[in-house]
């Protein structure tokens, strides 16, 4: 105890306090940051509902719906094999951070709409999959255009790439943003 009463200790306990604070600080501002830029994602730029994460529903759904049109028509070549890989990854929830598995989803349904159209479709199954792929097509667009994307890019290259947060983030465990294309 003596040694907390002298002046080797209080130096002691005085930088371990603003070391401590400093660490701990930063953690809360990288946060912050963090989840400004997340709400973007989730609440849309202007707080409208008009968000990545809407967008990556509606491309789940629009797989989904493709998927149902495939079951139709099991006997066209590749078109049952691609129809159950691709709901395989339909199969579980998926998180909006779950970048990788959106895009995956996207490459899937497009392969299986190529299978598809190669098929001989009823007339109105044939408009259902043009109706799908086009609508593929603006949400690719709409998500690689969302104001989101460029906050995600400029926390992870300016503020987590930046000295403190590129020692404090990973310490911490602030992760970078994903990135929709």
Not at 114 to 121: M, S
Request: glycine share 8%; proline share 4%; hydrophobic share 40%.
């Amino acid at each position: 105890m003596s040694f907390f009463k002298s002046r080797k200790g209080g130096a002691v306990v005085l930088a371990a306090a603003v070391l401590f604070g400093a660490f701990f600080g930063s953690h809360r501002s990288l946060a912050a940051v963090r989840n400004d830029a997340w709400n973007v994602c989730v609440n849309g730029a202007n707080g409208d509902g008009r968000s990545v994460s809407n967008d990556l529903f509606t491309r789940f759904n629009t797989a989904s719906n493709l998927c149902s049109v495939a079951e139709r028509y099991p006997d066209a070549p590749g078109v049952r094999e691609q129809a159950e890989r691709l709901q395989t990854f339909l199969m579980d929830p998926i998180a909006p951070e779950e970048a990788e598995r959106y895009g995956t989803i996207d490459t899937e349904a497009r392969a299986l709409i190529e299978k598809l159209e190669a098929a001989q479709l009823s007339e109105q199954d044939a408009k259902y999959v043009s109706g799908f792929r086009a609508q593929l097509d603006s949400l690719e667009f709409t998500i690689a255009h969302d104001p989101y994307n460029n906050l995600a890019e400029e926390f992870n290259t300016r503020v987590l790439g930046g000295f403190p947060a590129s020692l404090i983030g990973p310490l911490t465990g602030v992760k970078e943003l994903p990135i929709y294309r």
